[in-house]
């Protein structure tokens, strides 16, 4: 398993179909709600409202309405150690392992290197 081919961006455009000459950013998303305010890794289709939430392998729409706020600040991304920090310029940041976005959607791709192992 190849960790560092799922920690492009090139890996997101080819998982969700996206064009060639759509631009793409790391971004941490903030999504507030009456639950409260939560920071997750995002990655964002600049110049549209739309953005890819890492973690639940979806697109969602920035918005802010009555229930809920979701929006995306760009992000640079820090190496540190074993870990990615995801910075944006207004100061917030979202860090995890670097296997993170593997642990997510190695298990949700089909390769010959599944068939080998156990999945839970």
Known sequence: ME???YNTL?????QFGLPAR???EWCVVRETSRAGSELRLGVALKGTGLYIDVAMR????QVDIPLIERRCYPAERISR????EYRSAEGWSFTCPKHYI???YYPARFSRELLA????
């Open 81 to 84: 150690g074993n870990d990615y």
């Open 58 to 61: 979806r697109f969602f729409s």
């Open 117 to 120: 192992h156990s999945v839970l």
């Open 10 to 14: 090139r890996f997101f455009r080819v």
């Open 102 to 104: 593997c642990d997510i």
């Open 3 to 5: 960790t560092y081919r």
């Open 22 to 24: 759509m631009p793409l």
